[in-house]
């Protein structure tokens, strides 16, 4: 379509200076945004762009980021050229300004929204809204929006026909300069959970005086969401299913494609909440069970970083709260707390007795430089309290005995323990768990604390087990036992292998040996008459 030049019109207001009138008026919808109707009163008038109508007020005309929002602060001159109130003008245009130090686009009514929130140069349109009224949508503008809350189906930014971007600098409303025509384009329909949380994302802007209804299948907390805050949960959901942290402003500026899945996969966690949100959880730490280096810890530290930013105060409140409920029944809670990565604890998690970071440091002797070397090492626990400040550094008075405890060669671990008396790691943890074996869990007595064994307390029960496990000479053994038939003898009995450690630490039962000690236990040989009076009283 070729561009006409304007003739005939009618000057308003007084003076030369004064802009034209066009000869056609219109008016526009409810949910009509400024340059969309710009772009449909250039049509109705025989423009091939908007930009004319922009240039018969003397407006900058190009269609870059900054005169974009600049056309809001033209909304006067815009009124008289035409022929429809400013005020309502104001209400379907943006305009940027600085707010708290950082760049806004004030739009859609009183909201304040990040630079990234509106797509300026790639507008999407929904074929089946302009199949039914041909004309551009203002929350179309709205770059999360990926999917039409009307009809269910995602959103198109691409010319059908000549597979170009959509720009706003094109002759049609419903169509593109190569002669495509959008209400002829194929819809695909967006899923379920996409549709819905595309309605949330609607009714997150007060200035929608008519809202959709959404089923109930998130928390009560999503649907009070603004759009700034629905923009944080997804990007932080989305770093967290693919263990690579995005910002909202990256969010917002990615392939049309992407945000789409982005918003699905956010509806999906948020749905059945919190179940699908523990799943998450457990899904990252699991991908990372085995990471020799420490991957636990490392996405665990990457999970509570950004949950607990300080920006994002209120605004993740819901998610940190299930989140610790996960961690209290998580069976890498201990893993988490004992070694590397941030060490991020929570005091409403889980209580620990603690002092300062600079009172263990002072008790440990060390420099700032090391305290933190052995926090990051996983030496010390340290724990931050998000209901304080991110910045108030506790340290566990249990880290720090149990440190101080092992550079002065006190304690022994429960693997060390093992070595040491020769008997399985999970039956040493069975026996200091019964108590059989002396030991200690710091002062915080949680149950997550890792065991450690006094030096002292390992020999006396070396000594205590080496007492009743004799040598004895293989001349004549008809009347012992080899360690196989006797487990065989006690699991038919329903006695485990840990009862037969605690029976022979405890004197119940003899076990003899033909080397010195220490010996292994399937090595050792059982008194047949002892073992059977053992069962028998076990048995009544």
Known sequence: MSSFEPMDFHRVGEGPTAPPTLP??????NDEGLHGFL????????????????????????????????????VETLSQILGCDADRLSEMSYAGSIYSGEQVICGFGEERLPASAIEYLTPKVCPEC?????????????????????????????????????????????????????????????????????KVVYNSLPSHRTKFEVDGRYPEVVYNMSYVTIGKVCAYLDGLSHDAMVSPPQLHRAALELRYDVLEECAQVLTDWPKNWHALIQKRLDEHAFNPQSGVQKTFGK??????????????????????????????????????????????????????????????DCSKGKLN???????????????????????????????????????????????FVRISLPSIMKLLESGAISSSRGT?????EPWLIHSDDAIEFRLKLNAHVETCSMKNTAWLMTYPEAISKL?????????????????????FRTTDFPSALNEMFFDQAVLNQYLQRRLN
């Not at 604890?345 to 440990?364: D, N, Q, V």
């Open 303 to 364: 999970m509570y970083q950004h949950l607990y930013a300080r920006e994002n105060d209120g605004d993740f409140d819901f998610l940190r709260e299930e989140f610790a409920k996960y961690l209290n029944d998580s069976e890498y809670a201990l893993r988490i707390m004992r070694k590397g990565g941030a060490r991020l604890l929570e005091l409403s998690l889980i209580e620990f007795p603690c002092m300062t970071a600079e009172e263990a440091r002072i008790k440990i």
């Open 24 to 29: 056609i008026h219109i008016q526009p919808y």
């Open 130 to 198: 302009l199949r039914e009224e041909p004309y551009i949508r203002q929350h179309w503008d709205l770059s999360l929006l990926a999917v039409c809350p009307h009809h269910g189906s995602k959103m198109m930014n691409t010319c059908p026909d000549c597979g170009k971007p959509i720009t706003w600098n094109r002759g049609y409303v419903e169509g593109c300069d190569c002669g495509g025509d959008f209400t002829f384009a194929e819809t695909e329909q967006a899923s379920d959970v996409a549709t819905s949380m595309a």
């Open 39 to 74: 772009l449909r009163a250039a049509e109705e008038n025989i423009y091939d762009r908007y930009y004319w109508i922009t240039d018969l007020g003397g407006i900058l005309s190009k269609i870059i980021k900054s005169e974009f929002l600049l056309l809001g602060h033209h």
């Open 373 to 419: 070397n052995l926090i990051r090492s996983g030496q010390l626990d340290e724990v931050i309290v998000p209901e304080i400040s991110l910045q108030a550094r506790r340290i566990t008075k249990a880290s720090v005995e149990r440190y101080l405890a092992r550079t002065n060669g006190k304690m022994i671990s429960p693997r060390e323990l093992s070595d």
């Open 491 to 511: 699991n038919a009995a329903g006695v485990t292998i840990d009862d037969l450690i605690t029976a022979l630490v405890d004197g119940k039962i003899q076990g």
């Open 444 to 448: 915080g007595a949680t149950g997550r």
